[in-house]
Nanobody, 120 residues
Framework: VQLVESGGGLVQAGGSLRLSCAAS????????MGWFRQAPGREREFVGT????????YYEPSVKGRFTILRDNGKNTVYLQMNSLKPEDTAVYYC??????????????WGQGTQVTVSS
C-alpha cells in the first residue's frame, strides 16, 4: 500500500483544513487508517484512527470534537477534517495504514507527510 497525503497549508487560528490520503492497492480496505503528526523537536504523536469499514473512530483527546476522520473505500481515500485549528496543531501530518488501535510501531505503511501551519 502506498499512501500520498495532500491538503496541507497555512491557515489562521480558528480556521479549517481538510487533509486527504490517497492509497494505492486493493489491500486498503483491510487496514485501519491512522493520522499522526510531528511538530519540530517533538516525537510523532497519534491524532486519530478509523477502522476498515469507517464505522468506528478514535481520537486523541486534544483534537476530539474538532477533528473528524472519514474514509471512502470506493476511492481508496481517507480524510482528516480539521476545524477550529489552533497554533499548537502546527505539525507535519502523516497518514498510515495498520491495525485498529495499534501502536505507532505497528503501522505498516506511511505517507510522506503534509505540512499544516496555523498562525495566531
Amino acid at each position: 500500500v502506498q499512501l500520498v497525503e495532500s491538503g496541507g497549508g497555512l491557515v489562521q487560528a480558528g480556521g479549517s483544513l481538510r487533509l486527504s490520503c490517497a492509497a494505492s492497492g486493493r489491500a486498503f480496505v483491510t487496514y485501519a487508517m491512522g493520522w499522526f503528526r510531528q511538530a519540530p523537536g517533538r516525537e510523532r504523536e497519534f491524532v486519530g484512527t478509523i477502522n476498515w469499514s469507517g464505522e468506528d473512530t478514535y481520537y486523541e483527546p486534544s483534537v476530539k470534537g474538532r477533528f473528524t476522520i472519514l474514509r471512502d473505500n470506493g476511492k481508496n481515500t481517507v480524510y482528516l477534517q480539521m476545524n477550529s485549528l489552533k497554533p499548537e496543531d502546527t505539525a507535519v501530518y502523516y497518514c498510515a495504514a495498520g491495525p485498529w488501535l495499534g501502536l505507532v510501531s505497528e503501522y505498516d505503511y506511511w505517507g510522506q507527510g503534509t505540512q499544516v501551519t496555523v498562525s495566531s
